[in-house]
């Protein structure tokens, strides 16, 4: 499996950013798709994810602002990401785990089997 990110850059607060993430070695349907993020001296946070079912999940922190979605065929992993604040700083990375018909409910939203290398977010005030 090969996660590999894009689309992170500098922003102002308020912009938008979409990351994309080109996934090789796995098909979507038996996989849990997600976007966690790490900002230096913090916890990783799982940022939102997207079950083969259709089941999304977000963060309390990104809720109405993101959102995350998917291209089976070209198995590429979205986050369009708006109204970006400075708390949004952060590495993101692309993850997968494969689980029982790729779903997400039940599952944790940080602990994944495979991780990108990440793509930096700025958002400055």
Do not use: H
Not at 6 to 18: C, F, K, N, P
């Amino acid at each position: 499996v090969q996660l590999v990110e894009s689309g992170g850059g500098s922003v102002q607060a308020g912009g938008s950013l979409r990351l994309s993430c080109a996934a090789s070695g796995l098909t979507f349907s038996t996989y849990c798709m997600g976007w966690v993020r790490q900002a230096p001296g913090t916890e990783r946070e799982g940022v939102a994810r997207i079950g083969s079912d259709g089941f999304t999940s977000y963060a309390d922190s990104v809720k109405g602002r993101f959102t995350i979605s998917k291209d089976s065929r070209e198995k590429t992993l979205y986050l369009q990401m708006n109204s970006l604040k400075p708390d949004d700083t952060a590495m993101y990375y692309c993850v997968a785990d494969r689980t029982l018909f790729g779903r997400c409910s039940g599952r944790s939203a940080t602990d994944f089997g495979y991780r990108g290398q990440g793509t930096q977010v700025t958002v400055s005030s």
